[in-house]
């Protein structure tokens, strides 16, 4: 189908998903209910961001089977290591309500705590016991990705790392496809930053869409997965719908010349030391 993408690994996940970063667990449970409904078939959440309880709520309560919803979270900063991770694992787990999830990824590559090969083995383990059906990475450069390929004969499925029309990241997406790792944006919007920007602007206005829509559809016609975050129901509406238009290749090259190498969050090499407290 036109909305989903196969992984190296053969597992299917949707174009699409909802980001749910600087989220509470209760401000979570509307905007997953809304965009299940609105037709999301994913939802990226995390650990650290202390709301995997309400997204399990809200995806649990829906009228979807599980096996219709595509479910991401991430092993944090604090649990690197093999016994760790899996610990850290079955909280998620615990968490979220559910008995599986179907990407699981190390949020950051933690150079310093220097457990990234036995993170990774618990990630393989989990993977082997049916409790998720993909694993992968975050925020790892091409230095990460080439270490981990050293220590490790599985290949992440997924790279999840900060990409808008500012960062575009050639050389690493250059990796991914030489790899067969599927490019996930986070801040696809660049937080929202980019969406004054008259090119993009300009390029919405010949498609009638809107900015936000032009970014994400951009993302796809790269072969980039995206998580848009919003809490706002006509946004959860708006950044789904980008599946009735295509960018021609004057535009995509338009947008290629926004890149100024700008990254908005934290530097995979300096990763945030703190985010919002886990909810069990
Ligand atoms: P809100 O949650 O109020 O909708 P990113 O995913 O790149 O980090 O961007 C998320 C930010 O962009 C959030 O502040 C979100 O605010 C805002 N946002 C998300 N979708 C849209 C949209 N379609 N138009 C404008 N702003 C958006």
Request: charged share 25%; hydrophobic share 40%; glycine share 8%.
């Amino acid at each position: 189908t036109a909305d989903s993408v196969v992984l190296a690994d053969g597992v299917r996940m949707p174009l699409v998903g909802l980001g749910m970063l600087h989220v509470s667990s209760e401000e979570a449970i509307e905007p997953v209910r809304f965009a299940l409904e609105a037709g999301y078939r994913a939802i990226d959440t995390a650990a650290v961001y202390g709301n995997e309880a309400g997204v399990g709520q809200a995806i649990r309560e829906s009228a979807l089977e599980r096996d219709d919803v595509f479910v991401t979270t991430k092993v944090w900063n604090t649990d690197h290591g093999y016994d760790e991770t899996m610990r850290a694992f079955d909280k998620s787990l615990g968490r979220l309500g559910l008995d599986y999830v179907d990407l699981y990824l190390i949020h950051w590559p933690m150079v310093s705590v220097g457990k990234i090969a036995e993170t990774w083995r618990a990630l393989e383990e989990i993977k082997r016991q049916g409790r998720t059906r993909s694993i992968g990475v975050s925020n790892f450069m091409v230095k990460h990705l080439e270490q981990l390929a050293r220590d490790s004969d599985e290949v992440p499925s997924v790279n999840q790392i900060e990409l808008h029309p500012w960062l575009q990241q050639r050389e690493l997406e250059g990796y991914h496809a030489a790899h067969g790792i599927r490019t996930e944006a986070w801040s696809p919007l660049g937080q929202g930053k980019v969406l004054q920007n008259p090119t993009v602007m300009a390029i919405g206005a010949r498609h009638k869409k809107s900015a936000a829509q032009v970014i994400l559809r951009w993302h796809i016609d790269c072969g980039r997965v995206v998580i848009p975050k919003s809490v706002n129901g006509a946004r959860i509406r708006e950044n789904i719908d980008v599946f009735d238009f295509v960018l021609d290749s004057d535009e995509m090259a338009a947008m290629a010349s926004l890149n100024t190498d700008r990254r908005i969050g934290s530097h995979p090499d300096s990763p945030p030391t703190v985010g919002l407290p886990f909810d069990d």
